[in-house]
């Protein structure tokens, strides 16, 4: 069996394929598609990404959507994926669609309804003027989706690819025009894109092409019939996939017209009446209409006229609303009427011609009509107290006392209110029920939770029964005076101590009450835990579906059946809803799983009855996994918390088998029977439990307490057991002889019950793909399963070879052989096939078998070496990639795991370090994942759990579970396990210390730097703080931030960080973070080093030292720091050779300063800028008076400390108008210096830089730089702002320099650090760690790698404009202004998943070499250029250097 790295793991079925599926396909109309997502081998990717100048090539950009979309996860997930929207074609209207694109830009489609001997027209309309914008289209043919080039094309059409034609529009003023003309019979559909070429910018339709639909033409359909019944069939096909809507007369006429229309397009599409009546058969089947029948006669009878004359009785009887049984009732009343005429020597044609004329008799039973369903309306009135609210509102007058615990439980329609409360010492228990049966309280008290003691004679009421641990007492009828009312209620009363609740189930004509399916619990404690909470207005779920399952619960509550059948009624309003309806179905079947909500109360249900209705719900869910990719993950979810189920007999098995194990084994009483009546009664996935726990006691030598463990290990209680409408009182007691067969018959009644229970189970998946049938033993008679057609070759011999090892303790090659299995079927999920489930029940279980392995195999890790533990990372990390819908970044984690354990079998110098990064990157992926799971699914657990009284534990630890089920919690412990390992080998330590400042501070944790960004502490303050983005200011009174986040060295809250002297750390190991933590709210000592940090509490005396040590240092020369106010000097734009100190700040003055004295290797881009005082002459030109007052006010609301209003000055500065002054000298100045001029690619162009500029101006007043300056008490006023323009150079590296090492003060090294793309993402708030290295100064040719990038996000732009900000409060000695205000490019960089396997950066040392080698050099040529040490920031451009901007490194 190969190695599943060794396998190819960058082949096209690991990858998510979430794409254009059954919408645009990205390969059918010629959109250019990554070559990573294509099957291609590994050699071939290697070429690819060697040949490719830059991810540009592979993407679109600008606007665009990626090549191909995802479902979006996280913070960085691209834009969901959203069903097409078809430009339907009205025949009494040309308009077939009108949308609103972006911003101002409007669409317009018109059709012109061909008549006979003419041509289609399809008009296209776009209020976007420009030059180079391109239709990008084709036409679908014969409804198949694959896209063909017309003849008839419109002048200056190109072929694209001979995939697409691109037919340039023609402007006219504001707006463009394209008609296109049709003269193929055959094309039912236009669909297009458009691009504007110049700006490489796509307009699309929700992330997917515009889909026209073409009118069909008349003389097509003119002659052209279909048969009356197939139309009365279709016209009930679109009521039942409607919901079954009652209509009035017009809307029925309007669905039998549009039925007959679908048809006749069909045929004049080429289908036959035949196979159209075939084709309408088989969907009947799938709906489940018919009802399966064992006699031959009704089977004369064919089921689309049974189905006709079913929709006929339902019309006559006034269209109600049938329940399932009654839909049942009715096609089988149907069915008999027309076996009648069929009697009577009927042919069946003219029984046909009959149901068409509606002559055929038709008895319509009342019975059968629906009650009409009653409104629910919430009243406004206040609402009256109910008798048991009553009740206890006056015992509590009466008692007066202060309450424990008060809860009021809904029983059906009725409610129990129980009370508890303490008078005098003595714990006092009220229950009160408006219940009209009698009803018997069985009871216990505990001395911790969930405990059953039995409680003292002495406490129990009259009339009492004392059990074995427990006590059974009768509800007594009560009343008070003058309350016209009577309730059953029972006191008891608590004298002793120490007991601190009461566990009780209630009972009640042989049948257990329960809450919802465990013990109800009374808290004799005062701070008694809530036991549901109030989640606010259900923002961020799909709320009214969320209400929607609450108010249908208590019928869902009464069997399998019920629940799974409303699940199955919910699904398309899921759909409509989209991924967080999906999510609430989830939430709701979760909440199921795991005994949060009734099982079965009080009904009585075939095992058949519930496997039927997993059968339809699963059959939904497959259906929606081909034709909604992007729900995949979520349905997957889903289905494992839903058994397989199945039609007929298999579920009926359950029934009949548990007969033949007790006939068999001669064991008809006792425990067994018990099982019996309750597997008749009601069975649940518990049955799966209690099998096999009576397997192990078997298996234990008759051991009974290994039957318990195996119960209470899966969470079924004694009490559980009891709770059952038919009761387990008993414990199994079997006889020795009994053994062999017993063993041997649980064993075959187990593969019965997991082929209903759990469809995920791996024995019976595996049973269900590769076939079963069996025809004697008692077990699964007459079942026969056939296996899946199209197998790959050899994978049944693979699931043979799974099965036999699935218990293996050395689980390498189990391991191995499940990855194989899974990637072996992975091209059969994305593939209509109608044993979809099947695979997919298969996977899932594939899946959970190898997290079990996994977990199992942790002993085999003790003594492994780090290879070892690599090798099972990737495992699992393979394992995770394959269940997730947007598996991009793991994919390229698992590529990075490949070559880390290439390197490490190589012994190479840095394999530890590149390793290291590796695993920082997995992390990350995992929070992402993390992420999308707290986003996507808690709100809907914490809305959904409030609406049906959820446990609040369960709520709260909803989504920790969920990811506690998937492979990532196993995959986070290997990594926990593997870090210490590689910080070891590659002599990383503990701590990364980035701004090394000895300090003494009191500790205060904080989940995150940002939220406390603007507070100010009144003492010396070490801030623990678990999440650092990168780009926050530090709070006043801070010494110290350690973190366990990975910020960059050279990010802009690191290096505010060595400018304002505060000591800055990340600390890799927990047990440290734990112990610091410890100490919050005490004083400790920190004395970092380069490479650690030594910390210690402070007590006693030496607190005075070290708080006069502090004083000392805040001391300094901030008091000095001040701003002069900037004055318009006439002019709106300048050039370089014009920047001074009075005109622009120091960023424009030391780049036009390096023009022409840097080597010519170094590159500088050329530059113009607004200077000071242009946006104070821009405010008070007569355009902006409006703009200007309002800016007024809010100052003034500033001032009074209101900082909402720094967000709403933001927002006004946008609203400014440009003067014509600025712009034709900013035009001048940036023409005149070869720079390109955004407005001669048209006004909008211009409008984007105008709105950059403004944004730079608008930065004045973010946050972090309005506090940062009032902490030095800068005014605010005074602080002015050019704007330096700069064109941006498409970087494929982006770096920062500081020519003296910051960490450890030694000027004779350089330190920097080098992303992929452009800078941001190395300064501002992206995660990951840059590659960092130092270089000493006199041997540049060597520079040294500290760490590997472990950034999973890259940015990539078009050929652009950036306009600085340069504010004269940046670089000012004694304050570190730098990187508070906002540089804004014109066009907004695109986001893309990094693959560093094949970055030369990484993969070549040569070429690594090169780069680093001339960063540093051009480092040390600035350094000495200015004589001091330099903070510089530049971009790699096909092997070029290019220096953007530098500073004074402070």
Same mark, same amino acid.
């Given at each position: 069996?190969? /190695?599943?790295?060794?396998?190819?793991?960058?082949?096209?079925?690991?990858?998510?394929?979430?794409?254009?599926?059954?919408?645009?396909?990205?390969?059918?109309?010629?959109?250019?598609?990554?070559?990573?997502?294509?099957?291609?081998?590994?050699?071939?990717?290697?070429?690819?990404?060697?040949?490719?100048?830059?991810?540009?090539?592979?993407?679109?950009?600008?606007?665009?959507?990626? +090549?191909?979309?995802?479902?979006?996860?996280?913070?960085?997930?691209?834009?969901?994926?959203?069903?097409?929207?078809?430009?339907?074609?009205?025949?009494?209207?040309?308009?077939?669609?009108?949308?609103?694109?972006?911003?101002?830009?409007?669409?317009?489609?018109?059709?012109?309804?061909?008549?006979?001997?003419?041509?289609?027209?399809?008009?296209?309309?776009?209020?976007?003027?420009?030059?180079?914008?391109?239709?990008?289209?084709?036409?679908?043919?014969?409804?198949?989706?694959?896209?063909?080039?017309?003849?008839?094309?419109?002048?200056?059409?190109?072929?694209?690819?001979?995939?697409?034609?691109?037919?340039?529009?023609?402007?006219?003023?504001?707006?463009?025009?394209?008609?296109?003309?049709?003269?193929?019979?055959?094309?039912?559909?236009?669909?297009?894109?458009?691009?504007?070429?110049?700006?490489?910018?796509?307009?699309?339709?929700?992330?997917?092409?515009?889909?026209?639909?073409?009118?069909?033409?008349?003389?097509?359909?003119?002659?052209?019939?279909?048969?009356?019944?197939?139309?009365?069939?279709?016209?009930?096909?679109?009521?039942?996939?409607?919901?079954?809507?009652?209509?009035?007369?017009?809307?029925?006429?309007?669905?039998?017209?549009?039925?007959?229309?679908?048809?006749?397009?069909?045929?004049?599409?080429?289908?036959?009446?035949?196979?159209?009546? @075939?084709?309408?058969?088989?969907?009947?089947?799938?709906?489940?209409?018919?009802?399966?029948?064992?006699?031959?006669?009704?089977?004369?009878?064919?089921?689309?006229?049974?189905?006709?004359?079913?929709?006929?009785?339902?019309?006559?009887?006034?269209?109600?609303?049938?329940?399932?049984?009654?839909?049942?009732?009715?096609?089988?009343? +149907?069915?008999?009427?027309?076996?009648?005429?069929?009697?009577?020597?009927?042919?069946?044609?003219?029984?046909?011609?009959?149901?068409?004329?509606?002559?055929?008799?038709?008895?319509?039973?009342?019975?059968?009509?629906?009650?009409?369903?009653?409104?629910?309306?919430?009243?406004?009135?206040?609402?009256?107290?109910?008798?048991?609210?009553? #009740?206890?509102?006056?015992?509590?007058?009466?008692?007066?006392?202060?309450?424990?615990?008060?809860?009021?439980?809904?029983?059906?329609?009725?409610?129990?209110?129980?009370?508890?409360?303490?008078?005098?010492?003595?714990?006092?228990?009220?229950?009160?029920?408006?219940?009209?049966?009698?009803?018997?309280?069985?009871?216990?008290?505990?001395?911790?939770?969930?405990?059953?003691?039995?409680?003292?004679?002495?406490?129990?009421?009259?009339?009492?029964?004392?059990?074995?641990?427990?006590?059974?007492?009768?509800?007594?009828?009560?009343?008070?005076?003058?309350?016209?009312?009577?309730?059953?209620?029972?006191?008891?009363?608590?004298?002793?101590?120490?007991?601190?609740?009461?566990?009780?189930?209630?009972?009640?004509?042989?049948?257990?009450?329960?809450?919802?399916?465990?013990?109800?619990?009374?808290?004799?404690?005062?701070?008694?835990?809530?036991?549901?909470?109030?989640?606010?207005?259900?923002?961020?779920?799909?709320?009214?579906?969320?209400?929607?399952?609450?108010?249908?619960?208590?019928?869902?509550?009464?069997?399998?059946?019920?629940?799974?059948?409303?699940?199955?009624?919910?699904?398309?309003?899921?759909?409509?809803?989209?991924?967080?309806?999906?999510?609430?179905?989830?939430?709701?079947?979760?909440?199921?799983?795991?005994?949060?909500?009734?099982?079965?109360?009080?009904? /009585?249900?075939?095992?058949?009855?519930?496997?039927?209705?997993?059968?339809?719900?699963?059959?939904?869910?497959?259906?929606?996994?081909?034709?909604?990719?992007?729900?995949?993950?979520?349905?997957?979810?889903?289905?494992?918390?839903?058994?397989?189920?199945?039609?007929?007999?298999?579920?009926?098995?359950?029934?009949?088998?548990?007969?033949?194990?007790?006939?068999?084994?001669?064991?008809?009483?006792?425990?067994?029977?018990?099982?019996?009546?309750?597997?008749?009664?009601?069975?649940?996935?518990?049955?799966?439990?209690?099998?096999?726990?009576?397997?192990?006691?078997?298996?234990?030598?008759?051991?009974?307490?290994?039957?318990?463990?195996?119960?209470?290990?899966?969470?079924?209680?004694?009490?559980?057991?009891?709770?059952?409408?038919?009761?387990?009182?008993?414990?199994?007691?079997?006889?020795?002889?009994?053994?062999?067969?017993?063993?041997?018959?649980?064993?075959?009644?187990?593969?019965?019950?997991?082929?209903?229970?759990?469809?995920?189970?791996?024995?019976?998946?595996?049973?269900?793909?590769?076939?079963?049938?069996?025809?004697?033993?008692?077990?699964?008679?007459?079942?026969?399963?056939?296996?899946?057609?199209?197998?790959?070759?050899?994978?049944?011999?693979?699931?043979?070879?799974?099965?036999?090892?699935?218990?293996?303790?050395?689980?390498?090659?189990?391991?191995?052989?499940?990855?194989?299995?899974?990637?072996?079927?992975?091209?059969?999920?994305?593939?209509?096939?109608?044993?979809?489930?099947?695979?997919?029940?298969?996977?899932?279980?594939?899946?959970?078998?190898?997290?079990?392995?996994?977990?199992?195999?942790?002993?085999?890790?003790?003594?492994?070496?780090?290879?070892?533990?690599?090798?099972?990372?990737?495992?699992?990390?393979? /394992?995770?990639?394959?269940?997730?819908?947007?598996?991009?970044?793991?994919?390229?984690?698992?590529?990075?795991?490949? /070559?880390?354990?290439?390197?490490?079998?190589?012994?190479?110098?840095?394999?530890?370090?590149?390793?290291?990064?590796?695993?920082?990157?997995?992390?990350?992926?995992?929070?992402?994942?993390?992420?999308?799971?707290?986003?996507?699914?808690?709100?809907?657990?914490?809305?959904?759990?409030?609406?049906?009284?959820?446990?609040?534990? @369960?709520?709260?630890?909803?989504?920790?579970?969920?990811?506690?089920?998937?492979?990532?919690?196993?995959?986070?412990?290997?990594?926990?396990?593997?870090?210490?390992?590689?910080?070891?080998?590659?002599?990383?330590?503990?701590?990364?210390?980035?701004?090394?400042?000895?300090?003494?501070?009191?500790?205060?944790?904080?989940?995150?730097?940002?939220?406390?960004?603007?507070?100010?502490?009144?003492?010396?303050?070490?801030?623990?703080?678990?999440?650092?983005?990168?780009?926050?200011?530090?709070?006043?009174?801070?010494?110290?931030?350690?973190?366990?986040?990975?910020?960059?060295?050279?990010?802009?809250?690191?290096?505010?960080?060595?400018?304002?002297?505060?000591?800055?750390?990340?600390?890799?190991?927990?047990?440290?973070?734990?112990?610091?933590?410890?100490?919050?709210?005490?004083?400790?000592?920190?004395?970092?080093?380069?490479?650690?940090?030594?910390?210690?509490?402070?007590?006693?005396?030496?607190?005075?030292?070290?708080?006069?040590?502090?004083?000392?240092?805040?001391?300094?020369?901030?008091?000095?720091?001040?701003?002069?106010?900037?004055? #318009?000097?006439?002019?709106?734009?300048?050039?370089?050779?014009?920047?001074?100190?009075?005109?622009?700040?120091?960023?424009?003055?030391?780049?036009?300063?390096?023009?022409?004295?840097?080597?010519?290797?170094?590159?500088?881009?050329?530059?113009?800028?607004?200077?000071?005082?242009?946006?104070?002459?821009?405010?008070?030109?007569?355009?902006?008076?409006?703009?200007?007052?309002?800016?007024?006010?809010?100052?003034?609301?500033?001032?009074?400390?209101?900082?909402?209003?720094?967000?709403?000055?933001?927002?006004?500065?946008?609203?400014?108008?440009?003067?014509?002054?600025?712009?034709?000298?900013?035009?001048?100045?940036?023409?005149?210096?070869?720079?390109?001029?955004?407005?001669?690619?048209?006004?909008?162009?211009?409008?984007?830089?105008?709105?950059?500029?403004?944004?730079?101006?608008?930065?004045?007043?973010?946050?972090?730089?309005?506090?940062?300056?009032?902490?030095?008490?800068?005014?605010?006023?005074?602080?002015?702002?050019?704007?330096?323009?700069?064109?941006?150079?498409?970087?494929?590296?982006?770096?920062?320099?500081?020519?003296?090492?910051?960490?450890?003060?030694?000027?004779?090294?350089?330190?920097?650090?080098?992303?992929?793309?452009?800078?941001?993402?190395?300064?501002?708030?992206?995660?990951?760690?840059?590659?960092?290295?130092?270089?000493?100064?006199?041997?540049?040719?060597?520079?040294?790698?500290?760490?590997?990038?472990?950034?999973?996000?890259?940015?990539?732009?078009?050929?652009?404009?950036?306009?600085?900000?340069?504010?004269?409060?940046?670089?000012?000695?004694?304050?570190?202004?730098?990187?508070?205000?906002?540089?804004?490019?014109?066009?907004?960089?695109?986001?893309?998943?990094?693959?560093?396997?094949?970055?030369?950066?990484?993969?070549?040392?040569?070429?690594?070499?090169?780069?680093?080698?001339?960063?540093?050099?051009?480092?040390?040529?600035?350094?000495?250029?200015?004589?001091?040490?330099?903070?510089?920031?530049?971009?790699?451009?096909?092997?070029?250097?290019?220096?953007?901007?530098?500073?004074?490194?402070?």
């Amino acid at each position: 069996m190969s /190695n599943s790295i060794g396998r190819d793991v960058l082949h096209q079925s690991l990858l998510c394929s979430t794409v254009f599926e059954h919408q645009s396909k990205r390969h059918s109309s010629g959109i250019p598609a990554n070559s990573l997502f294509q099957a291609v081998s590994i050699n071939q990717l290697a070429g690819a990404s060697a040949a490719r100048k830059s991810p540009l090539s592979t993407k679109f950009y600008g606007t665009s959507l990626n +090549a191909r979309p995802k479902m979006a996860m996280g913070r960085h997930r691209p834009v969901l994926i959203t069903p097409r929207a078809v430009l339907a074609v009205d025949s009494a209207s040309e308009l077939a669609g009108k949308f609103n694109l972006e911003g101002n830009v409007e669409l317009q489609v018109t059709v012109g309804a061909p008549t006979p001997g003419s041509l289609t027209q399809v008009n296209i309309e776009i209020s976007y003027s420009s030059n180079s914008l391109l239709l990008h289209w084709g036409a679908i043919r014969d409804k198949k989706e694959k896209w063909v080039l017309p003849s008839r094309q419109p002048d200056g059409t190109k072929n694209y690819k001979n995939r697409a034609l691109r037919t340039p529009f023609v402007s006219s003023a504001s707006k463009s025009f394209i008609k296109i003309e049709i003269d193929d019979p055959a094309i039912v559909a236009v669909e297009f894109l458009i691009l504007d070429e110049a700006l490489n910018k796509w307009f699309k339709n929700n992330g997917a092409n515009f889909h026209v639909k073409l009118p069909i033409r008349e003389e097509l359909i003119q002659n052209v019939s279909v048969p009356e019944d197939l139309v009365q069939t279709q016209a009930y096909l679109r009521w039942e996939r409607k919901g079954k809507q009652i209509y009035t007369p017009e809307q029925e006429k309007e669905e039998y017209e549009a039925a007959r229309t679908e048809l006749l397009e069909e045929i004049v599409r080429g289908t036959s009446v035949e196979d159209l009546r @075939a084709k309408l058969t088989n969907k009947n089947d799938r709906q489940e209409i018919k009802e399966s029948s064992s006699h031959g006669t009704k089977n004369a009878i064919p089921d689309d006229l049974v189905q006709i004359q079913s929709y006929i009785r339902w019309e006559r009887a006034g269209k109600p609303n049938y329940s399932a049984d009654q839909q049942l009732r009715e096609f089988e009343e +149907a069915r008999k009427e027309l076996q009648s005429e069929l009697e009577k020597g009927i042919s069946l044609d003219e029984i046909r011609k009959k149901i068409t004329k509606g002559e055929i008799q038709t008895k319509i039973l009342n019975k059968h009509v629906a009650e009409p369903t009653e409104k629910k309306y919430i009243s406004v009135e206040p609402k009256a107290l109910t008798p048991v609210e009553l #009740f206890v509102k006056a015992t509590e007058e009466q008692e007066g006392d202060s309450i424990l615990n008060k809860k009021i439980y809904k029983l059906a329609d009725k409610e129990l209110l129980v009370l508890a409360h303490k008078p005098g010492g003595k714990t006092k228990i009220h229950l009160v029920t408006d219940f009209k049966e009698p009803l018997i309280l069985h009871w216990a008290l505990s001395k911790k939770a969930g405990e059953w003691l039995a409680p003292p004679p002495s406490v129990m009421p009259a009339g009492s029964v004392s059990l074995s641990g427990a006590v059974e007492t009768k509800f007594t009828t009560s009343s008070l005076a003058d309350l016209p009312y009577q309730v059953q209620s029972i006191e008891i009363e608590i004298e002793e101590e120490g007991y601190v609740g009461m566990p009780f189930v209630l009972q009640s004509g042989g049948n257990w009450i329960k809450n919802k399916g465990s013990d109800f619990y009374v808290d004799f404690s005062y701070e008694s835990k809530q036991v549901q909470q109030d989640f606010g207005d259900g923002k961020g779920t799909a709320k009214a579906l969320l209400e929607k399952i609450a108010g249908l619960e208590i019928e869902a509550q009464k069997s399998f059946m019920h629940r799974f059948n409303i699940a199955a009624d919910l699904i398309q309003e899921a759909k409509e809803a989209g991924e967080l309806g999906f999510a609430g179905i989830l939430v709701w079947m979760r909440f199921m799983a795991t005994r949060q909500l009734i099982w079965n109360k009080n009904y /009585n249900v075939k095992p058949r009855e519930i496997s039927k209705a997993q059968d339809r719900l699963t059959d939904l869910l497959q259906n929606v996994y081909i034709s909604n990719p992007e729900y995949r993950e979520i349905v997957r979810m889903i289905l494992s918390t839903v058994g397989r189920g199945g039609e007929g007999d298999v579920g009926q098995r359950i029934r009949d088998e548990i007969l033949v194990i007790q006939r068999n084994n001669n064991c008809k009483g006792g425990m067994m029977e018990e099982w019996h009546q309750k597997l008749h009664n009601n069975t649940s996935p518990d049955d799966v439990i209690i099998c096999q726990a009576l397997i192990d006691y078997i298996k234990s030598d008759f051991d009974i307490s290994a039957y318990w463990k195996t119960l209470n290990d899966n969470g079924i209680t004694k009490q559980r057991l009891l709770s059952y409408d038919r009761a387990i009182h008993s414990e199994p007691n079997f006889r020795r002889d009994q053994k062999d067969g017993l063993l041997r018959d649980l064993g075959n009644y187990m593969r019965t019950l997991k082929a209903v229970h759990s469809g995920a189970d791996l024995e019976s998946a595996i049973t269900n793909c590769l076939g079963y049938r069996s025809e004697g033993q008692g077990f699964m008679v007459g079942v026969q399963i056939n296996p899946i057609p199209n197998l790959p070759s050899g994978f049944p011999e693979l699931l043979q070879f799974v099965s036999e090892h699935v218990e293996d303790r050395n689980v390498e090659a189990l391991l191995e052989g499940l990855l194989e299995a899974r990637q072996e079927i992975r091209p059969l999920l994305f593939k209509h096939n109608d044993r979809l489930k099947d695979l997919l029940f298969l996977d899932i279980a594939l899946e959970s078998s190898v997290r079990t392995a996994i977990e199992r195999g942790y002993e085999e890790l003790n003594e492994a070496g780090p290879e070892k533990i690599m090798y099972f990372v990737s495992l699992i990390l393979e /394992n995770l990639a394959l269940s997730s819908d947007d598996n991009e970044d793991l994919i390229y984690c698992l590529k990075g795991w490949s /070559n880390a354990l290439s390197t490490s079998k190589s012994k190479s110098d840095n394999w530890a370090l590149f390793a290291k990064s590796v695993l920082d990157r997995t992390r990350l992926a995992l929070a992402s994942k993390a992420d999308w799971y707290q986003k996507v699914l808690q709100p809907s657990a914490e809305y959904l759990g409030t609406l049906l009284s959820v446990d609040k534990w @369960a709520v709260d630890i909803f989504t920790e579970e969920m990811i506690r089920a998937g492979s990532a919690a196993a995959l986070s412990l290997l990594l926990n396990r593997l870090d210490p390992v590689l910080r070891k080998t590659a002599s990383l330590g503990s701590w990364q210390v980035i701004s090394p400042v000895e300090v003494f501070g009191y500790v205060a944790v904080v989940d995150e730097l940002l939220a406390v960004q603007d507070k100010s502490y009144d003492r010396p303050t070490i801030l623990l703080a678990r999440r650092v983005k990168g780009e926050e200011e530090i709070p006043d009174g801070t010494v110290a931030v350690l973190t366990a986040d990975m910020p960059d060295v050279l990010s802009h809250v690191s290096v505010r960080a060595r400018n304002c002297k505060v000591c800055f750390a990340t600390c890799f190991d927990p047990n440290i973070l734990a112990d610091l933590q410890s100490n919050e709210g005490k004083m400790l000592h920190l004395k970092p080093t380069s490479a650690d940090i030594a910390y210690s509490v402070v007590e006693g005396s030496e607190l005075q030292d070290s708080s006069s040590a502090n004083l000392k240092e805040e001391d300094g020369p901030s008091s000095s720091v001040a701003l002069v106010k900037k004055q #318009f000097a006439g002019r709106y734009a300048i050039t370089s050779d014009e920047f001074t100190g009075e005109l622009v700040g120091a960023k424009s003055r030391n780049i036009a300063y390096l023009k022409g004295k840097v080597p010519s290797w170094i590159g500088i881009p050329t530059s113009v800028a607004l200077p000071f005082g242009v946006f104070e002459k821009v405010l008070s030109d007569d355009i902006n008076q409006a703009v200007a007052e309002k800016l007024q006010i809010l100052k003034q609301k500033l001032g009074e400390e209101d900082h909402s209003a720094l967000r709403e000055i933001r927002e006004t500065v946008l609203q400014m108008k440009a003067p014509n002054q600025l712009v034709q000298e900013l035009k001048t100045e940036m023409k005149s210096s070869g720079m390109p001029w955004p407005g001669d690619e048209g006004e909008q162009r211009w409008e984007q830089a105008w709105m950059a500029i403004k944004k730079v101006w608008a930065s004045k007043w973010n946050e972090r730089a309005f506090f940062s300056t009032r902490r030095v008490k800068l005014d605010h006023e005074y602080l002015c702002m050019a704007v330096l323009v700069q064109e941006i150079i498409n970087a494929d590296y982006a770096f920062v320099i500081h020519t003296t090492n910051p960490s450890s003060g030694d000027s004779s090294e350089i330190y920097a650090e080098v992303v992929k793309g452009l800078g941001e993402t190395l300064v501002g708030a992206y995660p990951g760690r840059a590659l960092s290295f130092v270089c000493k100064k006199n041997d540049l040719k060597s520079p040294r790698v500290l760490g590997y990038p472990s950034k999973p996000i890259g940015l990539f732009i078009r050929r652009s404009i950036i306009f600085r900000s340069d504010s004269n409060g940046e670089d000012l000695e004694g304050y570190a202004g730098a990187g508070l205000y906002d540089s804004v490019p014109m066009d907004e960089a695109e986001k893309v998943v990094l693959d560093y396997s094949s970055d030369h950066l990484i993969a070549d040392g040569h070429f690594q070499q090169s780069i680093l080698s001339s960063i540093a050099r051009a480092g040390c040529e600035i350094e000495e250029l200015f004589g001091s040490a330099q903070d510089i920031e530049g971009v790699v451009r096909d092997g070029k250097i290019y220096v953007v901007q530098t500073r004074p490194q402070m």
